[in-house]
């Protein structure tokens, strides 16, 4: 993928728009920037899988979840088409080399991408749909104040399969 990250983006934007064809007009005409942007994050991701924490990717994932909701429109729902539409891509692209050891790396890889933008847009949709429970907490308060932690709390530690972290550091 590493070596071929222009073909796995479009490889990717064919099998997103063909499961789901109104996904096309969420993008504009020219899809360069926004392939490179895409591939950009995405290797970067594997990059950070090679080390020991991934705190900081997983806050820019988050934060990118709630932007694409804010700016883009993208829902929680839609995070599924990218999903598969990227696991897709890779075993178009891997050709021969696509084994179910892969398919289970990046099946894991897209869904932990996944999972933290799809947080990122829920918290955006709490925001901007201020909801009170009986306790009169405004329920995007709540997950705000909930994911500030403590002077007193042990750092996250982050884990990931080991098979993925091997995988991702040796074949990229």
């Not at 530690?157 to 040796?170: G, K, V």
Request: glycine letters at 6%; one cysteine or more; hydrophobic letters at 40%.
């Amino acid at each position: 993928m590493a070596d071929r990250p222009e073909r796995l983006a479009e490889v990717f934007y064919a099998h997103l728009f063909e499961m789901a064809p109104w996904a096309r007009s969420m993008f504009g005409t020219d899809m360069t920037g926004q392939m490179q942007r895409m591939t950009a994050t995405l290797l970067a991701a594997v990059q950070q899988l090679t080390t020991s924490d991934t705190a900081d990717l997983e806050l820019v994932l988050h934060r990118m979840g709630a932007d694409h909701y804010v700016r883009h429109g993208v829902e929680p729902k839609h995070y599924l088409y990218i999903a598969h539409a990227l696991t897709r891509a890779v075993r178009d692209v891997a050709g021969w080399e696509y084994s179910g050891h892969l398919n289970s790396c990046w099946v894991w890889l897209s869904e932990w991408v996944c999972r933290h933008m799809i947080a990122g847009a829920r918290e955006a949709i709490a925001e901007q749909n201020p909801v009170e429970d009986d306790a009169g907490w405004r329920l995007g308060e709540r997950a705000t104040a909930a994911a500030i932690p403590s002077p007193r709390a042990e750092p996250a530690t982050h884990s990931r399969p080991r098979h993925a972290r091997r995988l991702f550091r040796n074949r990229g």
